[in-house]
DNA sequence: ACGAGGATGCTCT
DNA sequence: GAGCATCCTCGTC
């Protein structure tokens, strides 16, 4: 699975696109489709919390392809990465929304709402149920599994990322065309 | 449909 | 002590 997404996270992000991420806890099991997700490219890129070097907070982006790096935003949120790079390199593609194909109840009850369920990285991440306790943790079958179709690859258009203050410049943020 | 404003906590300067 | 890779509510149009 992993293996399927190695390389630089401006190259994978796309290929992340119309992949299913699935969790199961205390035995609800929630399934989205990714149609959302932006790169952020480590020493490369202004906007990166690894760019100015490796701390506590972001060692996980430092670590193997396939690991979680998960942050807390804005005090409320907790927002999920998936690590693509070499060790020492990096690269991460945020998640940044989805479409709930399985599991709806339990994401309602979880968003305590019935609409917006994970249109965004803090929605997504709460109808997971993905916080901080998986930082750093790999992607597993048992865990937060991540299955990409590399048989039909989604079309997309990019725009700025969202939320940032620099590198506005840079076309990183990646959106699956149809729903 | 869209925009302003507040909540909230952790990291790094 | 500033600055966030955000979300929700409530106000307008």
């Known amino acids: 699975m992993a293996g399927a997404v190695a390389g630089q996270a401006l190259d994978v992000a796309p290929r992340i696109l119309g992949a299913r ?3 199961n806890v205390d035995g609800n099991r929630v399934e989205i489709v990714i ?14 919390h690894a760019y ?41 593609v945020l998640l940044r929304g989805g479409h709930v194909v399985g599991g709806v109840d339990t994401v309602v009850k979880r ?6 369920l994970a249109d965004g990285p803090g929605k997504f991440a709460q ?12 992607l597993s079958h048992d865990g937060i599994a991540l299955t990409v179709d590399t048989e039909n690859p989604p079309a997309y258009v990019t725009t700025p990322r969202i939320g940032i203050s620099r590198a506005t410049d840079r076309q990183w943020r990646f959106v699956s065309a149809a729903t």
């Open 21 to 23: 991420v699935i969790t």
């Open 35 to 48: 149609n959302e997700v932006e790169a952020y490219c480590g020493g490369a890129d202004p906007a990166s």
């Open 52 to 92: 100015r070097g490796e701390t506590a907070r972001n060692a996980p982006m430092f670590g193997p392809l396939g690991t979680i790096y998960v942050y807390r935003s804005y005090g409320i949120h907790w927002c999920v990465n998936i690590v693509t790079g070499e060790i020492g390199d990096p690269q991460a």
């Open 111 to 116: 968003r305590g709402r019935s609409d917006h």
């Open 127 to 138: 109808a997971l149920a993905i916080d901080g306790s998986a930082s750093g943790t790999m």
